[in-house]
Structures are given as structure tokens and as C-alpha cells.
């Protein structure tokens, strides 16, 4: 099955600065990956996605750029806001598959 | 209604005890997702229904686990006989169809097994 390996576990960075965030997938058949944002006790929203015949997507300051040679994706955040502060999780979904596989999550803390 | 729905937001109970979830996905939605979240970790896929088809079990960790989805719409996640590792928040997605993401999230319901 797929393997979701996310990196790194925790990030702080200083308002205005940028956040990256990475993950790598095993199963070459995965063809969507969303980046979901949750805060605590709250749902995950997702907040941007990306299909398997696109490399880069952007809106506004979120941005997710697709590797599918190297099966890994990326997250960037800038001029990041205190209110960025949660938890980001990557996912993919494979084509031998319908569920969601979910990295174990990135603490991000934007310090004032 | 407008978003997916999921009750009891809080269930406490005592090991052993049987325990009901439920769902109510995004109106015109086909599939649904059930997924468990234990403490500061991911999403762990549990079961998923497409329309009327049969659902895809393949991630319910234990015949203890079972769902059912009456009428293609609300979806009920059974854990019967419970353990103290069934403790976490047990949250519901949905999306148009299989094939058609995104998948949306309910609030979850955080089962704390006594």
C-alpha cells in the first residue's frame, strides 16, 4: 500500500518569513494530493490541492509544487500570519485506491 | 445541509460498551469516508461507500468495527465490545463521488473509552 512520509514534524518561523513543508509517496499510481490545515479540535479544511498532470498550483500565499519522477510534493507558505499556526497534513490518493493516505502531520507556529 | 455533520460531537463510555457514531454527509454527495485520529497523529482511512455499492473495508482494524450507509446518505460507524484503544476522534468525509475530490470533513466525534 502507500507509504506517506511528511517532514518536518514541527516548524516556527517568524512572521512574514516562508514555511515549506515536504512529503514523499511510494505508489507511482497516486494521481491527487491535498494539503489540509487543521487547528486544534477542529475538522481538517483542506486548502489547496494538486492533480498528478500539473507540477505547481498557487493561491495567494499557499503554493503546492508536484515532483511525480521523485514522488514527493511540497507545501509553501509566505509572508506567513500568526493565524497560519496549526497543524498541515499532506495526503495522496492512489489509482488502485478511493481513500486518502495521510502524512503524520507538520506543527507549524508562526511567532509574532 | 451545508457542511457534514457528524454526532456526538463527545462520547464517554466504559470499556466494553457498545458505541454508535453518526454521519451525515453533504447533501448530493455519493461517497463517504470514515477516518480515526489518534492523539497527535494523521488520519487513519477506515471504510468508504460509494452510492449503493458495496463498501470498501479494507482499513477497520478489527471485527468489532463495522458501518453501514442507509439510503446513500447518513452512515452509522459501529465499535462494539469496546477497548480503551478505540479511544480517539473518529471523523466522517465526503466528497461528489469516488472520483471526484476533494473530500470534505465533519467536526469528529472524540470516543474516550474508559
Known amino acids: 500500500g502507500e507509504n506517506v512520509e511528511q517532514h518536518p514534524s514541527t516548524l516556527s518561523v517568524q512572521e512574514g518569513d516562508s514555511a515549506v513543508i515536504k512529503c514523499t509517496y511510494s505508489d507511482s499510481a497516486s494521481n491527487y494530493f491535498p494539503w489540509y490545515k487543521q487547528e486544534l479540535g477542529k475538522r481538517p479544511q483542506l486548502i489547496i490541492d494538486?492533480?498528478?498532470?500539473?507540477g505547481e498550483k498557487k493561491d495567494q500565499r499557499i503554493a503546492v509544487t508536484l515532483n511525480k519522477t521523485a514522488k514527493h510534493f511540497s507545501l509553501h507558505i509566505t509572508e506567513t500570519q500568526p493565524e497560519d499556526s496549526a497543524v498541515y497534513f499532506c495526503?495522496?490518493?492512489?489509482?488502485?485506491?478511493?481513500?486518502?493516505?495521510f502524512g503524520t502531520g507538520t506543527r507549524l507556529t508562526v511567532i509574532p | 445541509g451545508a457542511g457534514v455533520s457528524q454526532s456526538p460531537s463527545n462520547k464517554v463510555t466504559e470499556k466494553g460498551k457498545d458505541v454508535e457514531l453518526r454521519c451525515d454527509p453533504i447533501?448530493?454527495?455519493?461517497?463517504l469516508y470514515w477516518y480515526r485520529q489518534s492523539l497527535g497523529q494523521g488520519l487513519e482511512f477506515l471504510i468508504y461507500f460509494q452510492g449503493n455499492s458495496a463498501p470498501d473495508k479494507s482499513g477497520l482494524p478489527s471485527d468489532r468495527f463495522s458501518a453501514e450507509r442507509t439510503g446513500g446518505s447518513v452512515s452509522t460507524l459501529t465499535i462494539q465490545r469496546t477497548q480503551q484503544e478505540d479511544s480517539a476522534v473518529y471523523l466522517c468525509a465526503s466528497s461528489l463521488d469516488i472520483s471526484n475530490q476533494p473530500q470534505h470533513f465533519g467536526d469528529g466525534t472524540r470516543l474516550s473509552i474508559l
Open positions: 447533501s448530493g454527495h455519493t461517497a
Open positions: 494538486i492533480r498528478s498532470n500539473v
Open positions: 495526503a495522496t490518493l492512489s489509482g488502485g485506491a478511493n481513500n486518502l493516505f
